[in-house]
C-alpha cells in the first residue's frame, strides 16, 4: 500500500499497480504458493485485433491483466469502436454491462470512464476505456453510447450524477439518484466530507438553494449561492449545544 502511494503521490498511478503486482508475484513464488496462469483469450485477442484495424491510432493502448483486456482509446474513437463491435459477425458485443467512472484528481486527464462489454452469443469479454477532464476542464464532455447499447441510458446518468462527466447526444441526461438540486458531485474526491451540521432529529437532506435555515437547525456547508463552501446560515439559538465556531 505504501508503495502504491508513493507511485501515486509521484503522479504515476499505473506504474504503482505495476510495481505492486511484480512485488505480489515475487512474494508468491517465494511463498511456494501455485502461480495464477491465465490462458490467452483469442475472442478478446481478435476484438483488439479488429480495434486496431477500423480506428488506428484511435487505439492509444492495450493492457492484458489476470485474463481481462482493457482498451484505452481516444474519446473521439469511443462510438466507432463500440459499434464495430457490437455489428462483428464473430464477436457480437450486444450487452453493455456497466458504464463507471474513477476520479484522479492529481492527473491529467482527471476522469477514466470505463465501459464493460459482454457478448451473450460468443462468451467475449472487453473492457473499453476512454480519459477526460482536468483543470481546465473541470465538467468534461464524452460521446453517449446510447444509441448503440440503449442501457447506456441510465449507466450514463449515474455518472453523470456522481462524477459530473456530461455526454454529448444523451437523450435525457439529468440526475438519477441525486435530488435534482443537489450541488455538487459525490463520487468526486474532492467532495467535500463536512455535509451538514444540524442537530438531531433533522430531515437528512438539502434546504432549498435559495432558502436559508429554520433558527436552530444548524449550519449548511454545501447549499451557497455563490457555490462555496461557506456557510449560508448561522445557528441562531444561543443555548444550542451543537454550535459551530464562526
Same mark, same amino acid.
Given at each position: 500500500?505504501?508503495?502504491?502511494?508513493?507511485?501515486?503521490?509521484?503522479?504515476?498511478?499505473?506504474?504503482?499497480?505495476?510495481?505492486?503486482?511484480?512485488?505480489?508475484? $515475487?512474494?508468491?513464488?517465494?511463498?511456494?504458493?501455485?502461480?495464477?496462469?491465465?490462458?490467452?483469450?483469442?475472442?478478446?485477442?481478435?476484438?483488439?485485433?479488429? &480495434?486496431?484495424?477500423?480506428?488506428?491510432?484511435?487505439?492509444?493502448?492495450?493492457?492484458?491483466?489476470?485474463?481481462?483486456? %482493457?482498451?484505452?482509446? %481516444?474519446? *473521439?474513437?469511443?462510438?466507432?469502436?463500440?459499434?464495430?463491435?457490437?455489428?462483428?459477425?464473430?464477436?457480437?458485443?450486444?450487452? &453493455?454491462?456497466?458504464?463507471?467512472?474513477?476520479?484522479?484528481?492529481?492527473?491529467?486527464?482527471?476522469?477514466?470512464?470505463?465501459?464493460?462489454?459482454?457478448?451473450?452469443?460468443?462468451? *467475449?469479454?472487453?473492457?473499453?476505456?476512454?480519459? *477526460?477532464? #482536468?483543470? $481546465? $476542464?473541470?465538467?468534461?464532455?464524452?460521446?453517449?453510447?446510447? #444509441?448503440?447499447?440503449?442501457? *447506456? =441510458?441510465?449507466?450514463?446518468?449515474?455518472?453523470?450524477?456522481?462524477?459530473?462527466?456530461?455526454?454529448?447526444?444523451?437523450?435525457?441526461?439529468?440526475?438519477?439518484?441525486?435530488?435534482?438540486?443537489?450541488?455538487?458531485?459525490?463520487?468526486?474526491?474532492?467532495?467535500?466530507?463536512?455535509?451538514?451540521?444540524?442537530?438531531?432529529?433533522?430531515?437528512?437532506?438539502? @434546504?432549498?438553494? =435559495?432558502?436559508?435555515?429554520?433558527?436552530?437547525?444548524?449550519? &449548511?456547508?454545501?447549499?451557497?449561492?455563490?457555490?462555496?463552501?461557506?456557510?449560508? @446560515?448561522?445557528?441562531?439559538?444561543? $443555548?444550542?449545544?451543537?454550535?459551530?465556531?464562526?
Amino acid at each position: 500500500a505504501a508503495l502504491i502511494s508513493d507511485e501515486r503521490a509521484a503522479g504515476d498511478p499505473r506504474a504503482a499497480l505495476e510495481r505492486a503486482g511484480a512485488v505480489m508475484a $515475487d512474494q508468491t513464488r517465494e511463498s511456494g504458493a501455485p502461480s495464477l496462469d491465465f490462458p490467452t483469450n483469442p475472442l478478446a485477442e481478435a476484438s483488439v485485433a479488429l &480495434l486496431r484495424e477500423r480506428l488506428g491510432e484511435g487505439v492509444l493502448s492495450v493492457t492484458v491483466y489476470r485474463g481481462e483486456t %482493457t482498451v484505452l482509446l %481516444t474519446p *473521439a474513437a469511443l462510438v466507432d469502436a463500440c459499434a464495430t463491435l457490437r455489428d462483428a459477425p464473430d464477436l457480437r458485443y450486444d450487452l &453493455l454491462e456497466d458504464v463507471t467512472a474513477v476520479d484522479w484528481p492529481e492527473r491529467e486527464p482527471r476522469f477514466d470512464l470505463v465501459y464493460q462489454l459482454v457478448s451473450t452469443e460468443s462468451g *467475449a469479454s472487453l473492457r473499453l476505456k476512454i480519459q *477526460a477532464g #482536468g483543470e $481546465d $476542464d473541470p465538467e468534461p464532455e464524452v460521446p453517449t453510447v446510447s #444509441g448503440i447499447w440503449p442501457t *447506456a =441510458n441510465w449507466f450514463e446518468r449515474e455518472v453523470f450524477d456522481f462524477f459530473g462527466v456530461r455526454f454529448s447526444g444523451h437523450p435525457d441526461l439529468r440526475r438519477i439518484l441525486m435530488p435534482s438540486d443537489w450541488v455538487g458531485y459525490p463520487l468526486r474526491k474532492d467532495y467535500p466530507l463536512t455535509g451538514f451540521a444540524l442537530p438531531e432529529p433533522h430531515w437528512g437532506g438539502q @434546504a432549498p438553494l =435559495n432558502q436559508p435555515l429554520k433558527p436552530g437547525e444548524g449550519q &449548511l456547508t454545501l447549499r451557497t449561492t455563490d457555490g462555496s463552501e461557506l456557510p449560508n @446560515a448561522r445557528i441562531r439559538s444561543e $443555548d444550542d449545544e451543537r454550535r459551530l465556531p464562526e
